[in-house]
């Protein structure tokens, strides 16, 4: 096991995270459900249909059905709600957003091959994820303490102290070679070095609110984006089997800002905010083959591979440090020598990039780094009822355990091993089912319905935070969440072709989407820790606060065949 919950000095040395940690490699790697508003209103059910851009982004052989040209593009308005309860305290926040889900073009251009009657072409931009959320917590009454947390951890790495003072001199090479969130709490004035005759340790550290009852607090806004450029290829063999290729271009970029307070009730009223700002930017590519078999009208079979996206990677961090004045001046922990603390030391920041350390001096050399998200397989199956009615049942699996991290060879300091060893450990592959079924009144007129569930890619242990979480950079708070569940609604109208060619018109669908997934907040990792020969023996709780997110989604698709 990597990490149970009584961790020795050898496992916790692996979780020095330079770079992201498997945490981060899952956030960058699950999408939403997203599509046209038909394509929505059936749950994204359309594996085996085509003929849809929801299709395409799916199963690349959707292209081949189409037998028309089509411009179309969808308007999305969200709100994502995000309710926590931790210890009786409930706050719930909201998010509104307008933004394009997808843009595309698909051009059918005929053969006047009766075996090959067309070959396809299209592109398309896709919105696969929004990141947009703002949460927090409040817990009252906990009993460990964020600097608990780091002062283990220090121990742990086994962090020399006169390796871990940061001056503008010495700015690179303290990242390099020391964890950032050692290097943060020691600067930072939240842990102090141990006297050795206390645990019969050399580098032993204790967090400087150590066994205080306190209150804690967590604001978190997330912004950003998973989008994807779509190049896709089909043809039609026989009007029997269909056959597509995509090569896709993925751009994503996330944003997070945050900041954890602990407020204690001992010596007066005082406390801390710690901060922290973090920037991903990445772009990568991925391949998509899919195949539909049609062996008559009424049925339709599916099967597509997606390859991982291969991302190049860059990430911003920066984190401070703000005490109240009163108490860095009263605590003899944190201020040993009882000397009064100038207000311009109350607060150490230091901006970090597994790749650039920020000093007074200015941006230094970057290193880039690199993430395989995991490969998905997709089998469906559709039925046609004449000219009513459809239904369709798509079956996702994609493998988490294949997520990996890396780096190229400007970064020797960086190792993502322990990382992907804790990925493998920690993640299973994930079954997504989407069903979907529409309902054509008249030729003009149809109504849709779905509904999808998404099964998180969490091992028990894991999910239940029996183990160690190892988090990157500065950053300690995470989610583990749990299965999504998605409802779906749609209605579409076509137009009357203006023209005598019937193939040309326009139409225009509606969705809406409600979709729930529970979570668990963290603060920090729980971790216990002790150390052979040693006194050295704590345990550190940290209590998750309860988290529910729901996303109510609107849906506005406008398209023109041609």
Do not use: C
Not at 286 to 309: E, M
């Amino acid at each position: 096991m990597k990490h149970s919950i009584l961790i020795f000095v050898a496992l916790l040395v692996t979780g020095l995270s330079y770079g992201q940690g498997e945490i981060d490699a899952f956030n960058y790697s699950s999408t939403d459900i997203t599509g046209t508003a038909r394509g929505m209103g059936m749950a994204g059910a359309f594996g085996a249909l085509g003929g849809d851009v929801t299709g395409i982004v799916s199963n690349p052989a959707g292209i081949a059905v189409y037998r028309s040209s089509e411009l179309v593009t969808t308007l999305n308005f969200s709100n994502m709600s995000s309710s926590t309860d931790l210890t009786g305290n409930k706050f719930k926040e909201n998010k509104f957003k307008f933004n394009f889900d997808n843009i595309a073009y698909v051009g059918a251009f005929e053969t006047q091959n009766e075996a090959i009657p067309f070959f396809n072409f299209g592109f398309s931009f896709n919105r696969l994820k929004n990141f947009e959320r703002n949460y927090k917590m409040r817990g009252t009454g906990m009993g460990s303490s964020l600097t608990d947390y780091i002062g283990v951890y220090t121990t742990a790495v086994n962090v020399d102290e006169r390796n871990l003072g940061v001056t503008p001199g010495n700015y690179r090479d303290v990242y390099e070679t020391e964890p950032w969130l050692s290097v943060m709490g020691y600067n930072g004035y939240l842990i102090d070095p141990a006297p050795y005759n206390k645990y019969n340790l050399e580098n032993a550290y204790d967090g400087i609110y150590s066994g205080i009852m306190l209150d804690n607090g967590l604001d978190v806004s997330e912004r950003g984006y998973i989008d994807t450029y779509d190049f896709t290829f089909g043809t039609n063999i026989g009007n029997i089997l269909s056959l597509g290729l995509t090569f896709a271009i993925t751009s994503m970029n996330y944003q997070m800002a945050s900041t954890y307070t602990e407020d204690f009730h001992t010596d007066g009223n005082y406390g801390y905010d710690f901060n922290n700002w973090l920037e991903t930017e990445g772009t990568g590519y991925n391949l998509k083959v899919g195949a539909i078999f049609t062996p008559i009208n009424a049925l339709r079979i599916g099967v597509a591979y997606h390859s991982p996206t291969w991302y190049l990677m860059n990430d911003y961090y920066s984190s401070s440090v703000a005490h109240d004045l009163y108490a860095l001046n009263t605590n003899v922990a944190s201020n040993p020598d009882n000397k009064p603390i100038d207000p311009g030391y109350a607060v150490r920041s230091s901006i970090y990039k597994p790749n650039v350390f920020y000093s007074n001096e200015g941006y230094e050399a970057t290193t880039e780094y690199t993430l395989n998200t995991p490969y998905k397989w997709i089998f469906s199956i559709a039925g046609v009822i004449g000219q009513q009615a459809i239904v369709s049942l798509d079956y996702e699996i994609t493998n988490y355990k294949s997520m990996k991290l890396g780096v190229d060879n400007n970064a020797p300091y960086i190792d993502f091993s322990p990382d992907n060893s804790f990925i493998k450990e920690d993640y299973k592959a994930s079954s997504t089912l989407k069903a979907g079924m529409e309902y054509r009144f008249t030729p003009k007129v149809s109504a849709r319905l779905g509904y999808a569930w998404v099964q998180s890619p969490l091992e028990k242990g894991f999910k239940d935070g029996n183990v160690e979480v190892a988090t990157s950079g500065t950053v300690t708070h995470y989610t583990l969440p749990g299965d999504a569940n998605y409802f779906t609604v749609g209605l579409g109208y076509r137009f009357p072709p203006s023209t005598k060619d019937r193939r040309q018109y326009f139409y225009i669908d509606a969705a809406f989407v409600y979709k729930e997934q529970k979570a668990d907040l963290y603060p920090f990792s729980k971790i216990a820790f002790a150390y052979e020969g040693s006194s050295y023996d704590k345990i550190i709780d940290s209590t998750p606060a309860k988290m529910k997110n729901t996303l109510m989604k609107g849906l506005l698709t406008v398209g023109y065949r041609f």
